[in-house]
Structures are given as C-alpha cells and as structure tokens.
C-alpha cells in the first residue's frame, strides 16, 4: 500500500505559468487536504475536499483551485503562478465522515516561483 | 480545539527512552489528543492519539493523565531516525473535514 503519493517531488516555475500539482491516495479516504508549508508559519490549509464531488475553501484559498473527480485523487492548480506561492505543499487524507479524523500526509512537492 | 503547550528542543541519547511532555491544561471532555512529527524535509507522519485510556503501538506509547491536563509521547528505544519535530494537538472529533492546526512542537535531538 502506497499511502498518498505527490507529483512532482521538486518544481521550478516561472512566474506567470499554469501548473498543477497530483495527489493521489490508495486508502479510499473520503476526505483530502492540501496545504502549504512555510518557515515561521507552520502549515496552512489552502483547499479541502469531504467526498467524491466536493471541495471546500481552507485559510489560504487564493491562487489555488482544485477538483476532486473520483475518491483518489485530488489535484492542486496555481493557474498563474506567482512569487509568493513558493512553498513546500502537502497533500493529506483522512477517513472523514464518520470515520477516523486522523489525517496522512503525502511526501510533499517542493515548488520554487521565480 | 485547546491549546497545547511542549518544550521548544529535547536531547535523547540513542537507544534510551524518549519521553515528550504537552500541557493541555483545557481540554474538553470529547478532546483527543494526537501526536504526530516532522523529519526535515518530509510530510509530518502520524504517530498516536488516544481520549482518557493510555495507548501503544508499533511506534510509540501515549501516557494521559488522569485529569488529562498533561500527556506524555515516550518513544521506548530513541533511534538518530527518531530526531524530528514533535507535535502535540488536542482536537475534537468532526465529521467533516477541517485544518488541523500544529503548533511550534518540540525538536528531538537522538544523540549517538
């Protein structure tokens, strides 16, 4: 069992470009996350998603969109991206529902704006 | 979700038992406390919870006390792998999906 994996692992981007950031997990967890990671700041929640068809708005929304088409997979887009969303961004699952509220994380992506 | 309070840095000598302390000094009766960690550079990993009962497993064993103000993550035979951040959270069960909120945590340094 893989978990939740991330794609890609690091990312160099040249501000003003689409791109989108894979997540996919294999534990038929009804709910995911992404979030983002800065120094001094600790994670934030910029998207979640309960279930299958559903998406939900986070601390940190701005500049990012997602979709959440089917229970594996749950892709993160900067449509133009810019300097400031230079981040370390984790995906996360969790049961949700009536299930457990544990959440697992993905390994990360590493994305760098220029 | 109640705020948690652990000491900033810990030294562990390799091989011996790690033991983290939180103050969660207003928790609520539906409360659970979870651990989990951050190795540099990784996504943080999950290591335990519990609710009143004291609780074990492959990774780690979690103390609660009786008033569940305080709790304690030991990790029995502390390995350099172990060196990480340690994250205390207190948080309530939801059917929904939310943030879950890490503090600045405790950094363990194993020692060889």
């Known amino acids: 069992i893989a978990g939740i994996t991330q794609a890609p692992t690091s990312q160099i981007l040249a501000a003003g470009r689409r791109m989108t950031l894979r997540c996919t997990q294999d534990?038929?967890?009804?709910?995911m996350y992404w979030y983002r990671q800065d120094l001094g700041l600790g994670l934030r929640l910029i998207h979640y998603s309960n279930t299958a068809g559903t998406t939900g708005k986070g601390e940190v929304p701005d500049g990012y969109s997602v979709s959440r088409a089917n229970t594996d997979d749950f892709p993160l887009t900067l449509a133009s991206a810019v300097p400031s969303q230079t981040s370390v961004y984790f995906c996360?699952?969790?049961?949700?529902?009536?299930?457990?509220?544990?959440?697992?994380f993905g390994p990360g992506t590493r994305l760098t704006v220029l | 979700d109640a705020k948690t309070t652990q000491p900033t840095s810990m030294d562990c000598a390799e091989g011996r038992a790690a033991n983290l302390p939180c103050n969660h000094s207003?928790?609520?009766?539906?409360?659970?406390v979870y651990w989990y960690r951050q190795i540099h550079s990784q996504g943080p990993q999950y290591i335990i919870h519990g609710l009143k009962n004291n609780e074990t497993n492959e990774m780690a064993s979690l103390i609660i006390t009786e008033d569940r103000k305080s709790s304690t993550l030991i990790l029995p035979h502390a390995t350099l792998r172990d060196t990480a951040v340690y994250y205390c959270?207190?948080?309530?069960?939801?059917?929904?999906?939310?943030?879950?909120?890490f503090g600045s945590g405790t950094q363990l340094t194993v020692l060889p």
């Open positions: 959270i207190v948080r309530s069960p939801s059917g929904s999906a939310r943030q879950l909120t």
């Open positions: 534990m038929r967890h009804n709910a």
């Open positions: 996360a699952s969790s049961e949700g529902l009536a299930g457990s509220d544990t959440q697992y």
């Open positions: 207003t928790i609520s009766g539906n409360e659970y």
